[in-house]
């Protein structure tokens, strides 16, 4: 797929789905159907207009083409989001973005989708105007509850990983480069693949984990590890399972399935390692489930 800063795009004819679309979750998912290329933002809006309230990103922009390009568009369009483009009004975003820049024949947004300067631009405004079609998705509901990008930002900052996963349409994941450890989860038995993680972005709360490591069935720990009382800052740390391969200095992607318990202080090194065994067998039959 691919991906464009405006400014560099060239005019054609274009069905256009617009959205920040971070998660790129089940209703974003209808609103990019059918549409050959999606407009996007980087960094997020709020983080110009309302810098003290930025959320924490589902996805990296790099992983947000990759789902984007997995739904069948041919092309995402990034607007570098500052201030300046937040100034400008809701007319000129559809007269010089939607329809100058972009020559769109046809434009789909959610219907809570707003734009322009005091996010003054909305459906209505967009479904007014002749030059071009437009479909307006209304809000997407599963189980009951609607699907939003805030919403599963929650669940999965709760460790409600395998509940997240229903309004994504697929696990949560996160990515990042392999790191170096201390070497303790090699002296227990267990080593481990140590990713940092990127404060920017959503993570699951501390706690162990089910998961696949790039398919690889796999139990991650995301904690401080208080048995060793280390003092360092939270790790994601992944036992892939019946793996003894290298993983250091590669990026490794984990899709996380379901949380199996809570971080906690074990009353010696020899019951946290018994109950590590315990937490292996257990993600072992998940991830076989999961892949049935």
């Not at 409600?160 to 392999?178: D, I, Y």
Request: proline share 5%; with cysteine.
């Amino acid at each position: 797929m691919n991906v464009v800063s405006l400014p560099d795009a060239e005019p054609r004819p274009r069905r256009v789905a617009v959205g920040v679309f971070d998660g790129v979750h089940l209703g974003h998912q209808e609103v990019i159907a059918d549409s050959d290329t999606v407009l996007t933002f980087d960094p997020h809006p709020v983080s110009v207009i309302a810098p003290d309230a930025t959320p924490k990103l589902l996805t990296r922009q790099d992983t947000k083409a990759e789902l984007i390009e997995e739904l069948g568009a041919d092309e995402m369009v990034v607007i570098p989001f500052d201030a300046e483009f937040a100034a400008r009004d809701a007319q000129d975003f559809v007269d010089r973005v939607l329809v100058e820049g972009l020559g769109a024949t046809h434009v789909a947004v959610g219907r809570n989708f707003r734009f322009g300067h005091k996010a003054a631009g909305g459906a209505a405004m967009l479904e007014a105007d002749e030059r071009f079609e437009t479909t307006v998705h209304e809000l997407v509901e599963v189980e009951g509850e609607t699907v939003s990008s805030s919403h599963i930002r929650g669940l999965v900052s709760a460790g409600e990983v395998a509940h997240a996963s229903v309004f994504l349409g697929r696990p949560f994941q996160v990515r990042g480069e392999v790191v170096h450890g201390d070497g303790r989860g090699g002296e227990l038995g267990f080593p481990t693949a140590n990713l940092v993680p990127d404060d920017r972005l959503v993570r699951p709360d501390q706690g162990v984990y089910a998961a696949l490591a790039d398919g690889r069935p796999a139990a991650v720990n995301i904690g401080v590890r208080p048995q060793f009382e280390t003092g360092r800052g939270v790790l994601i740390e992944t036992y892939v399972i019946d793996f003894d391969g290298d993983l250091y200095g590669r990026e490794l992607r984990i899709d996380f399935l379901q949380r199996l318990r809570g971080e906690k202080l074990f009353p010696s090194v020899e019951t946290l390692t018994e109950q590590i065994a315990k937490d292996v067998q257990q993600a072992r039959e998940i991830c076989a489930r999961h892949a049935v």
